[in-house]
């Protein structure tokens, strides 16, 4: 009986890797290695797959050098001005249309409508009102970010609780004060999630722009080097580009559960 005791006192085995962690490094490592095939390979025009050892180096070459720096904090502040600016005006607008009924019937279908429409149609606009330097590009992503997140705070506001509505009322709450204790804590999910799909809309919308009419930032870095055909090195912007993109998507969904580990 003591032997069997001690036997069940042990410590319990050091867990491993989870089935879904195992299964998407399998993924990464799968794409890695058919595009290493797919480079060694032969099938393509030259460096249009690069190795990943050429992608390698592009990518240490790219991080040693202060420009890119300079056209990343570029690219980065417009992002995040466009960001700040249509975040707030979503966030008013979804405030508004989902806080009224006859303003949502009126002008909601039109968000709907231009929503899907592609963003980059407008840029020669742009270019008229903000001339070409970062304004016209910020305003392409502010345009760009502003209606997923108005759709989805106005698509939050209907379905908060009519209690906490109706206790808010009770308590004679201005406007402001039932936007700011009310509609705002309980939309909190629907403000992240149109956070994340502005912020992913505000990046390619600026960064469209750069490709356009620019001579700095990350997209003009990109089609500068498609334009000579240097593909290692484009392919190295991509990869910081798509990592830092993750970083900051994961940042933003991450502010969604701050509240809830607070509560735990």
Same mark, same amino acid.
């Given at each position: 009986?003591?032997?069997? #005791?001690? *036997? &069940? !006192?042990?410590?319990?085995?050091?867990?491993? =890797? &989870?089935?879904?962690?195992?299964?998407?490094? /399998?993924? +990464? =490592?799968?794409?890695? /290695?058919?595009?290493?095939l797919l480079a060694q390979s032969g099938c393509l025009y030259r460096d249009v797959v690069p190795s990943l050892l050429a992608i390698g180096s592009a990518l240490i070459e790219l991080l040693s050098h202060a420009d890119y720096y300079f056209n990343l904090g570029v690219t980065a502040g417009e992002i995040g001005i466009a960001l700040l600016v249509g975040g707030f005006s979503g966030l008013f607008v979804g405030v508004v249309l989902g806080a009224n009924r006859y303003l949502s019937k009126a002008f909601e279908p039109y968000l709907y409508y231009l929503g899907p429409t592609p963003k980059i149609i407008f840029f020669p606009v742009m270019i008229m009102w903000f001339g070409i330097d970062t304004e016209s590009k910020i305003a392409l992503g502010t345009l760009s970010c502003f209606f997923p997140i108005a759709l989805n705070v106005a698509a939050g506001m209907r379905q908060i609780d009519r209690v906490l509505i109706r206790v808010g009322q009770s308590f004679r /709450?201005?406007?402001?004060? %039932?936007?700011?204790? +009310?509609? *705002?804590? /309980?939309?909190?999910?629907? +403000?992240?999630?149109?956070?994340?799909? !502005?912020?992913? %809309?505000? =990046? +390619? #919308?600026?960064? *469209?722009?750069?490709?356009?009419? &620019?001579?700095k930032g990350i997209g003009f870095l990109i089609i500068q080097t498609y334009s000579v055909f240097d593909m290692p090195r484009m392919y190295a912007m991509l990869i910081v580009l798509f990592v830092l993109a993750i970083g900051a998507n994961a940042l933003i969904g991450r502010l969604g559960g701050l509240d809830s580990i607070r509560r735990a």
């Open positions: 009986m003591a032997e069997a #005791g001690r *036997l &069940s !006192g042990a410590a319990p085995a050091t867990p491993g =890797l &989870s089935p879904v962690t195992l299964l998407r490094i /399998a993924i +990464i =490592l799968g794409v890695l /290695a058919a595009w290493e /709450a201005n406007a402001l004060q %039932m936007v700011w204790k +009310i509609y *705002l804590p /309980a939309m909190r999910h629907p +403000i992240i999630n149109g956070g994340r799909l !502005g912020f992913g %809309m505000a =990046l +390619i #919308g600026t960064l *469209l722009a750069e490709t356009k009419l &620019s001579n």
